[in-house]
Each structure stands twice: as structure tokens, then as C-alpha cells.
């Protein structure tokens, strides 16, 4: 597959991939203001090899889909494999990632740079700063929070408080 130079509304597919366990508002406000920049955007749930999940796959791949049911150019799937492979799988060009500050750039940088070698002839990956009054928000600290009974409020949408409260009962 090769790209051309202009930016035809056919081409403006873009992958959002993470782990999201779960998805945070800071996910949540990235995907909106994704969206906006494309005509279809494919969040993407996969594998962190460095990551024990908290939540099953297809329950973080429901949450998704759920919170994001009222945006029309968003779909979520889950994908076991290498994004890139994704990426040419749904003709998508742009990979979306967010930076919340300087030190997300140090995993972020080389996973660009191995998914531009990886991908398909002219696929970029295009960073949006998170929202400052969000940056401080990281499924890390949802899960820690989840775990010891904290008010998850400020850090995920409502749906997303009662999956985990229901999942930390039940461990
Ligand atoms: O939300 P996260 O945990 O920061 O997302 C990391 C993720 C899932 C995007 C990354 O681990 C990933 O892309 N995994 C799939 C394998 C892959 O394509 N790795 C990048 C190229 S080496």
C-alpha cells in the first residue's frame, strides 16, 4: 500500500492503541478530540507485554465501547499482535497517541520509531498532549486506587467506578 501526498478523507484512519485497564478520562478525552481529526478512528485494545491486566480483555474492550457509544467515527476492537500489523489491516495511516508530559516520551519515542519501521510505507504515529488538568490520571494509579477502596471519581467516567468496584468484590 502506498500513501499519497494529500490528506483525501479516505485515508484519514487513524489506530488509537493501549492497554486501557482501564479506560481513565484521560483515554476518554483523547479519543473525542481524536476522533475530530479523522473519519474513523479504531481504539484498539492489546497486549502491554509489561503489564498484568487487571481487567479480562473483553471486559476493557466493552468499557470502551460503551463509554464511546455516542461517537460515530469511533470503533473498538481488540487486536493480539503487533499495532503496525493493524494499522495495514484497516488502512489506517496515523497511530494516536497521547503524551501527558516529557517522561512519556522516553516509551513513547522508540515505540514511534519501531511502528514507522514496522508499518506500512508512510504511517506516522501523531502525539496529543493530554489536557493539563488531566495529565496526572494513569491506569497505574486507577487500579492502585481500585484496589484499596479510593474514590476513583476524578480518574474515570461512572460506568467505568461500578466494573471495577464490581471487580475488585468479587477477587
Ligand atoms: O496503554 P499502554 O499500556 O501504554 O499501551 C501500550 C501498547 C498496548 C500500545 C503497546 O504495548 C503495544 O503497542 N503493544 C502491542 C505490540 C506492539 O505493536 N508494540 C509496539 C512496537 S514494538
Known amino acids: 500500500m502506498r500513501w499519497g501526498g494529500d490528506m483525501a478523507a ?3 484512519i487513524a489506530v488509537y492503541p493501549g492497554s486501557f485497564d482501564p479506560l481513565t478520562r484521560g483515554h476518554l478525552d483523547l479519543i473525542q478530540r481524536g476522533a475530530r481529526l479523522v473519519v474513523r478512528l479504531v481504539v484498539a485494545v492489546l497486549v502491554n507485554s509489561a503489564k498484568e491486566p487487571l481487567l479480562p480483555e473483553a471486559e476493557r474492550v466493552e468499557l470502551v465501547a460503551r463509554e464511546t457509544r455516542e461517537e460515530s467515527r469511533v470503533e473498538v476492537r481488540a487486536f493480539h499482535g503487533l ?3 493493524l494499522a495495514a489491516e484497516v488502512g489506517a495511516r496515523w497511530l494516536l497517541r497521547g503524551v501527558r508530559a ?3 516520551l522516553e516509551f513513547e519515542l522508540p515505540m514511534a520509531h519501531s511502528n514507522h519501521l514496522l508499518g506500512q510505507p508512510g504511517v506516522e504515529t501523531v502525539f496529543l498532549p493530554a489536557r493539563p488538568e488531566l495529565t ?3 491506569s ?3 487500579r492502585e486506587i481500585a ?3 479510593g474514590d476513583l471519581k476524578p480518574f474515570v467516567t461512572p460506568g ?3 466494573q471495577l468496584k464490581a471487580k475488585v ?3
Open 10 to 12: 479516505e485515508k484519514r
Open 83 to 85: 499495532v503496525a500489523h
Open 102 to 104: 516529557a517522561a512519556d
Open 136 to 138: 496526572f490520571i494513569s
Open 140 to 142: 497505574r494509579l486507577v
Open 147 to 149: 484496589r484499596s477502596g
Open 160 to 162: 467505568v467506578v461500578k
Open 169 to 171: 468484590r468479587d477477587k
